[in-house]
């Protein structure tokens, strides 16, 4: 490291002048870093040893796979790529050579969490697990999802309608605010609405988040004659469909990622 830094910095210019081996090696030496110009000079004639060689190939496949993978894989992953690829390496020298080029994956932080429950008394569950409907604007079904992206956590608001399986709704943010659900909301009434379907009477099932409790939220079921229905807590089955097709959102975005 010490004839990588004098190599580094033999060339930079000073009041005109290079500053030179012989300088670098004075300051070193009055900071008590031992080193003589003949050490340099010696190191740098000397032969690449069999592990400095077989380190610069290995560090140049890691930084490939590092690339290809948008700078996403750990040690780990890039050690396993590896390997698929008939490149023989141990996961120790992966991890060293990529610390030493300061090389970091994307790192699996806490999830988030999308589903606080409302203190508010809930409504009824109306749907009881049975998620079919006869006829469009019968039952919808709404949740928030997430999916984490380079830039961090975003979120997912949708609404279904069961009879179809159709994404009526929805809304992307970086925020779980109630406006991320009542967008959702509005855009599945409004497309409803515009195309001359009636909306009054439908069932609207959610879990307990505070999204769906929230004043606004209500008042926009109650304006369009929409009745409400809620899950109980802590209780995925109760809302399995939106629970499903979240698991669907995700899968499709990690195997199609978007920019």
Same mark, same amino acid.
Request: charged letters at 25%; hydrophobic letters at 40%; aromatic letters at 8%.
């Given at each position: 490291?010490?004839?990588?830094?004098?190599?580094? %910095?033999?060339?930079?210019? /000073?009041?005109?002048?290079? &500053?030179?081996?012989?300088?670098?090696?004075?300051?070193?030496?009055?900071?008590?870093?031992?080193?003589?110009?003949?050490?340099?000079?010696?190191?740098?004639?000397?032969?690449?040893?069999?592990?400095?060689?077989?380190?610069?190939?290995?560090?140049?496949?890691?930084?490939?796979?590092?690339?290809?993978?948008?700078?996403?894989?750990?040690?780990?992953?890039?050690?396993?790529? &590896?390997?698929? $690829?008939?490149?023989?390496?141990?996961?120790?020298?992966? =991890?060293? &050579?990529?610390?030493?080029?300061?090389?970091?994956? &994307?790192?699996?932080?806490?999830?988030?969490?999308?589903?606080?429950?409302?203190?508010?008394?809930?409504?009824? #569950?109306?749907?009881?697990?049975?998620?079919?409907?006869?006829?469009?604007?019968? *039952?919808?079904?709404?949740?928030?999802? !997430?999916?984490?992206?380079?830039?961090?956590?975003?979120?997912?608001?949708?609404?279904?309608?069961?009879?179809?399986?159709? /994404?009526?709704?929805?809304?992307?943010?970086?925020? *779980?605010?109630?406006?991320?659900? @009542?967008?959702?909301?509005?855009?599945?009434?409004?497309?409803?609405?515009?195309?001359?379907?009636? /909306?009054?009477?439908?069932? %609207? %099932?959610?879990?307990?988040?505070?999204? !769906?409790?929230?004043?606004?939220?209500?008042?926009? @079921?109650? =304006?369009?004659?929409?009745?409400?229905?809620?899950?109980?807590?802590?209780?995925?089955? #109760?809302?399995?469909?939106? $629970?499903?097709?979240?698991?669907?959102?995700?899968? $499709?975005?990690?195997?199609?990622?978007?920019?």
């Amino acid at each position: 490291m010490v004839v990588d830094y004098i190599d580094g %910095h033999r060339e930079r210019v /000073v009041e005109g002048k290079n &500053l030179g081996v012989e300088s670098i090696c004075a300051v070193l030496n009055d900071a008590d870093v031992r080193i003589a110009p003949r050490t340099f000079w010696a190191a740098k004639k000397r032969t690449p040893s069999k592990r400095a060689v077989r380190d610069a190939e290995l560090l140049a496949e890691i930084e490939r796979v590092f690339r290809e993978n948008y700078g996403v894989y750990g040690a780990r992953k890039v050690y396993a790529q &590896l390997n698929r $690829e008939g490149i023989g390496v141990a996961r120790c020298t992966v =991890e060293r &050579l990529m610390r030493q080029k300061g090389l970091q994956g &994307l790192r699996r932080g806490r999830r988030p969490r999308t589903t606080i429950a409302a203190a508010s008394p809930s409504p009824a #569950d109306l749907v009881d697990r049975r998620f079919t409907a006869g006829r469009p604007n019968q *039952l919808w079904v709404a949740d928030i999802t !997430y999916i984490r992206t380079f830039s961090g956590w975003v979120y997912a608001a949708f609404v279904i309608d069961v009879f179809s399986r159709m /994404v009526v709704g929805w809304q992307v943010s970086t925020s *779980l605010h109630t406006n991320l659900a @009542l967008d959702a909301l509005e855009m599945g009434i409004w497309a409803r609405q515009r195309s001359g379907q009636d /909306v009054t009477g439908l069932v %609207h %099932h959610s879990d307990r988040g505070v999204q !769906y409790r929230a004043i606004r939220y209500s008042e926009r @079921l109650a =304006e369009s004659a929409v009745v409400a229905s809620v899950g109980s807590r802590g209780d995925s089955y #109760d809302n399995a469909m939106a $629970e499903a097709f979240n698991s669907l959102f995700k899968g $499709e975005l990690i195997h199609n990622p978007v920019a």
